[in-house]
């Protein structure tokens, strides 16, 4: 998702600009010692600190830095610029638990602030960008899925919900692939019925990702397994009404005629 990723933090990184470009005429703190995250100083000095250590590429330092903002001008026009400047920097920094965490806090402050859909997005953002492979725990990717409909759900039109949309269709994919594998493994095991249910919710859950063929095509198996030819038969006869091209339903075609020939759907 290395692509994707990119094309998220260009889209993060430009949301931010007009927030950013509020300090253009605060030149002061540029000559500060770098751990500068306790040191009171005035709301100007302290905020472009911050932002000079992200443009710096110390965004752990810079939200730390943003963090204090808050904590020491809590009632100033800037504080709530350095809340979502500090989720944008904990996100940067990879560190994706506060950044999550600094973005709710946000939106439990100011939850109708026109701000509010970028906070939405980084918040799916930080989710998806603790994909694992699919062999591994999926709930951080079902989080991920969860923030993505919520940002389309709530911003239909922004460019946030654009993108979101494409990566909707990806961790789809990505879930429906861990189905799968499952399914896969409770075949071997000879757990005809278990697999059965896990190819069914591709199907029912996940059918427009690429996994779908091959969903159908082990429901064709599965079924043949259990006994339940005309079963078999009907999931073959789905299987090529939708991928009448697709290699698995060549696949599916030869297990009905060796095993299930003449034999109607159910």
Known sequence: MTTHSRISRTLALGALAAATAFTAACGGGTNQP????????????????????????????????????????????????????????????????????????????????????????????????????????QKVTEQALTALREVNRRFPQTEYASDARLKIDLVEDHLAGKEMEIGRYYQRSGKWIAAQIRFQNVIDTYQTTSHAPEALYRLVESSLALGIRPEAVKYAAVLGANYPGNEWYEKAYELIEDHAAGVAAS
Do not use: C
Not at 78 to 107: C, E, G, H, I, P
């Open 34 to 137: 770098e751990d500068t995250a306790y040191v009171a100083r005035d709301v100007e000095t302290l905020y472009s600190e911050a932002k000079r250590q992200l443009d710096r590429g110390r965004p752990q330092l810079a939200a730390a830095l943003f963090d204090e903002v808050e904590r020491q001008h809590p009632y100033s026009p800037w504080a709530r610029r350095a809340q979502l400047m500090s989720a944008f920097s904990y996100y940067v920094a990879a560190d994706y638990n506060k950044a999550t965490a600094s973005a709710q806090r946000f939106l439990s402050i100011h939850p109708g602030n026109q701000d509010a859909p970028y906070a939405y997005y980084l918040i799916a953002l930080s989710y998806y960008e603790q994909i694992s492979d699919v062999h591994r725990d």
